[in-house]
C-alpha cells in the first residue's frame, strides 16, 4: 500500500519560513519523479515544485527563488523549503508521486495535478500579512 505522509505545516507571519517533508513508503518503483502540489479553498490545485527521477528540480515561476525541493532517497524524503512566505501561499501542500513515466522535473511540474497520481492527506500553511 502506497502511503505519503506529509509534515512540516503551520501557521507564520509573512516573510517567515517552513519546510515541509513528505516520507514514502508501499511505493515498489525505485526511480520515478515527486514533487508538490497545492490547493487553496476555492482554487485549483497548482503545481508548485517537481524533481525528476534524474535528480533534477523545477519549482512553478510564483515560487522561484523562494522554495526549494529536495529528495533524500536513502530515506524516502522529500522536502519544500519555503522562505519568504507571502499570504498568497496559504493553502494546503500536498506530495506527490507521478504515475505517468517521467525523467525530468519539468515533466514533473506538468504531471503534478493528474488525477491518478498519490498523494498524501496534506498539510495546511497559513501565512499572515
Known amino acids: 500500500q502506497v502511503q505519503l505522509v506529509e509534515s512540516g505545516g503551520g501557521s507564520v507571519q509573512a516573510g517567515g519560513s517552513l519546510t515541509l517533508s513528505c516520507t514514502v513508503s508501499g511505493y515498489s518503483y525505485s526511480s520515478y519523479c515527486m514533487g508538490w502540489f497545492r490547493q487553496a479553498p476555492g482554487k485549483e490545485r497548482e503545481g508548485v515544485a517537481g524533481?525528476?527521477?534524474?535528480?533534477?528540480?523545477k519549482s512553478a515561476d510564483f515560487v522561484k527563488g523562494r522554495f526549494t525541493i529536495s529528495k533524500d532517497n536513502v530515506n524516502n524524503t522529500l522536502y519544500l523549503q519555503m522562505n519568504t512566505l507571502k499570504p498568497e501561499d496559504t493553502a494546503m501542500y500536498y506530495c506527490?508521486?507521478?504515475?505517468?513515466?517521467?525523467?525530468?522535473?519539468?515533466?514533473?511540474?506538468?504531471?503534478?495535478?493528474?488525477?491518478?497520481?498519490?498523494w498524501g492527506q496534506g498539510t495546511q500553511v497559513t501565512v499572515s500579512s
Open positions: 506527490v508521486i507521478v504515475v505517468a513515466p517521467c525523467m525530468t522535473a519539468i515533466q514533473a511540474l506538468g504531471a503534478l495535478v493528474d488525477e491518478y497520481n498519490y
Open positions: 524533481i525528476g527521477s534524474d535528480g533534477s528540480t
